[in-house]
């Protein structure tokens, strides 16, 4: 599979709707994590699998997994709205948990550094 950061491939026939989950995710993904960062400890590790979603390496499963998790992440109304101060972020933390215990052998190196970097800079659109 081929591709690149800016415009990764997605197999439609696995992915179905979700694709909307990408475009929604690459829109809103740092503008929450700025809201979220000091309610959710792990968020490097959150921005690195943004990372690994974006990577054309990754495989499509994985990447589908991951943009589920962080299309649920940037969606404002879900199990416990984020606007709840304290506990608002807790459902989301607990989806992203769950799939990154799923797919920690797929994050590299380079997405964890280009995590670290992004939150270093708080770009709203880092490169990839």
């Given at each position: ?29 740092f ?39 962080l ?54 659109s880092?490169?990839?």
């Open positions: 599979m081929t591709g690149s950061y800016d415009n990764p491939e997605f197999d439609a026939e696995f992915l179905g709707p979700s694709r909307d989950h990408e475009k929604k995710v690459r829109a809103r993904f503008d929450v994590v700025r809201k979220a960062a000091g309610q959710i400890p792990f968020m490097e590790d959150v921005v690195a699998a943004y990372y690994c979603a974006m990577d054309p390496a990754t495989p499509t499963r994985v990447r589908g997994a991951i943009l589920a998790a299309a649920y992440f940037v969606l404002p109304l879900d199990g416990i709205p984020d606007m709840i101060v304290g506990i608002g972020f807790t459902d989301d933390a607990s989806v992203l948990l769950g799939v990154m215990a799923l797919v920690r052998a797929h994050v590299r190196d380079e997405h964890l550094g280009a995590a670290k970097e992004a939150l270093r800079r708080g770009d709203r880092p490169k990839g």
